[in-house]
């Protein structure tokens, strides 16, 4: 894994970017952009970045790269989004979680190069990567504007699941890792929690059997009537045994003993690399219990521990660690919480966003994707 950090000085754009590029072998890119504010509106900031992918792009160690999704963080997304032109070159999701370096928006890129990648590929504006057999499908940014957090959510399954149905996948079989992003999670997880659990019940998904990885956190879809966001991958043509769950149950429970429905991470076995995974992790005990209530760097130490030992259950390390989102409840911790990563994480892309977690006696809340090299010898390659 490469690790390269620059910054386009005329945008006042800084890029983060981690390569994965075995010689011969397929290439993945996890790029997160940062604008610095400047003092200007929002439509500003969204030309230098825009500007900013533009030139990403255009590097010669780019050379061939397609965006598989994009992920917007923004400040304002009910404003912002209408003054942002159609994306068609992936599948996008747009999302109200403020960056706190004080920018009105930051991005995350997914890229490859080396595979066959068709944008917009269904009625939901899917991106499918097909290579070796596989069929990945990313959708991204799924809202329905009518109805309270249980129907959105309940709907919103159902919606989906007919999708991989057009797509000759299923949710218990196919399905790799969610994203669920709710308007006011403080009050509104309750009803999603019910709707998946429910539904995830009518597809044989329950405590006996195995979850999804998967994010629950606060964020504002862009449309003011839309509690929920979904976005999701999914993966067809590999074996049972190429997927792994991860437990980690030195310092983590299953999640279905305090009444959700996720799994703490998956591993995917791939003949010449492996992906972890991870869901979003909190400070949290092998009993389900919050640890180190009202103290966000001991919350954040902790959380460290217990990503480290999922990734460690997968074989590996934070230096596989492709990227990582870091959800704050709130903004006087970024100052501390951001050296503490600066410290620890220096050559991961990393961002940090204003997003509420679960539960309120959770301060701080982070997810990843690794990456490492392997020889599985049984399986096709990614």
């Given at each position: 894994m490469q690790f390269n950090k620059f910054r386009i000085e005329k945008l006042g754009v800084t890029i983060e970017l981690t390569t994965f590029a075995p010689e011969g072998k397929v290439a993945e890119y996890h790029a997160i952009l940062h604008v610095e504010p400047q003092g200007e509106p929002f439509e500003k900031q969204l030309r230098r970045i825009i500007l900013a992918e533009k030139e990403l792009m255009a590097l010669d160690d780019m050379a061939g790269a397609k965006p598989v999704f994009k992920r917007y963080f923004l400040s304002d997304a009910a404003n912002q989004r209408p003054l942002m032109p159609q994306d068609d070159t992936c599948?996008?999701?747009?999302?109200?979680?403020?960056?706190?370096?004080?920018?009105?928006?930051?991005?995350?890129?997914?890229?490859q190069r080396g595979t066959e990648i068709i944008p917009t590929s269904d009625r939901l504006r899917?991106?499918?990567?097909?290579?070796?057999?596989?069929?990945?499908?990313?959708?991204m940014g799924l809202t329905i504007a009518e109805g309270s957090s249980y129907s959105q959510t309940q709907n919103l399954l159902e919606d989906y699941e007919e999708l991989l149905d057009e797509h000759q996948m299923t949710l218990e079989d196919h399905c790799i890792r969610t994203w669920f992003f709710v308007r006011d999670v403080d009050t509104q997880y309750k009803g999603l929690v019910l709707a998946r659990w429910e539904n995830f019940a009518q597809h044989g998904l329950v405590p006996e059997t195995h979850y999804i990885a998967s994010t629950g956190i606060g964020g504002n879809p862009p449309?003011?009537?839309?509690?929920?966001?979904?976005?999701?991958?999914?993966?067809?043509?590999?074996?049972?045994e190429q997927q792994r769950y991860l437990y980690a149950t030195s310092h983590l429970n299953r999640t279905s003993e305090y009444g959700v429905t996720f799994e703490r991470g998956t591993l995917l076995k791939f003949g010449d690399r492996n992906h972890a995974i991870i869901s979003g992790t909190a400070s949290i005990n092998n009993k389900g219990e919050v640890e180190h209530v009202g103290d966000?760097?001991?919350?954040?130490?902790?959380?460290?521990?217990n990503v480290e030992t999922l990734l460690a259950e997968a074989g590996m390390t934070m230096d596989d660690a492709a990227q990582l989102i870091v959800y704050l409840r709130d903004t006087a911790d970024f100052e501390v919480v951001s050296e503490m990563f600066r410290q620890k994480y220096p050559n991961t892309p990393t961002v940090f966003t204003l997003a509420p977690v679960c539960r309120p006696t959770w301060l701080i809340e982070m997810e990843c994707m690794a990456i490492q090299p392997a020889k599985n010898d049984e399986f096709s390659d990614f």
């Amino acid at each position: 894994m490469q690790f390269n950090k620059f910054r386009i000085e005329k945008l006042g754009v800084t890029i983060e970017l981690t390569t994965f590029a075995p010689e011969g072998k397929v290439a993945e890119y996890h790029a997160i952009l940062h604008v610095e504010p400047q003092g200007e509106p929002f439509e500003k900031q969204l030309r230098r970045i825009i500007l900013a992918e533009k030139e990403l792009m255009a590097l010669d160690d780019m050379a061939g790269a397609k965006p598989v999704f994009k992920r917007y963080f923004l400040s304002d997304a009910a404003n912002q989004r209408p003054l942002m032109p159609q994306d068609d070159t992936c599948t996008v999701s747009y999302i109200q979680q403020p960056p706190l370096d004080g920018s009105k928006l930051a991005t995350w890129f997914y890229l490859q190069r080396g595979t066959e990648i068709i944008p917009t590929s269904d009625r939901l504006r899917s991106t499918v990567i097909r290579h070796n057999g596989y069929e990945h499908l990313w959708t991204m940014g799924l809202t329905i504007a009518e109805g309270s957090s249980y129907s959105q959510t309940q709907n919103l399954l159902e919606d989906y699941e007919e999708l991989l149905d057009e797509h000759q996948m299923t949710l218990e079989d196919h399905c790799i890792r969610t994203w669920f992003f709710v308007r006011d999670v403080d009050t509104q997880y309750k009803g999603l929690v019910l709707a998946r659990w429910e539904n995830f019940a009518q597809h044989g998904l329950v405590p006996e059997t195995h979850y999804i990885a998967s994010t629950g956190i606060g964020g504002n879809p862009p449309d003011p009537k839309a509690i929920i966001q979904l976005g999701s991958y999914a993966l067809k043509g590999f074996k049972p045994e190429q997927q792994r769950y991860l437990y980690a149950t030195s310092h983590l429970n299953r999640t279905s003993e305090y009444g959700v429905t996720f799994e703490r991470g998956t591993l995917l076995k791939f003949g010449d690399r492996n992906h972890a995974i991870i869901s979003g992790t909190a400070s949290i005990n092998n009993k389900g219990e919050v640890e180190h209530v009202g103290d966000v760097v001991m919350q954040t130490k902790r959380m460290w521990e217990n990503v480290e030992t999922l990734l460690a259950e997968a074989g590996m390390t934070m230096d596989d660690a492709a990227q990582l989102i870091v959800y704050l409840r709130d903004t006087a911790d970024f100052e501390v919480v951001s050296e503490m990563f600066r410290q620890k994480y220096p050559n991961t892309p990393t961002v940090f966003t204003l997003a509420p977690v679960c539960r309120p006696t959770w301060l701080i809340e982070m997810e990843c994707m690794a990456i490492q090299p392997a020889k599985n010898d049984e399986f096709s390659d990614f």
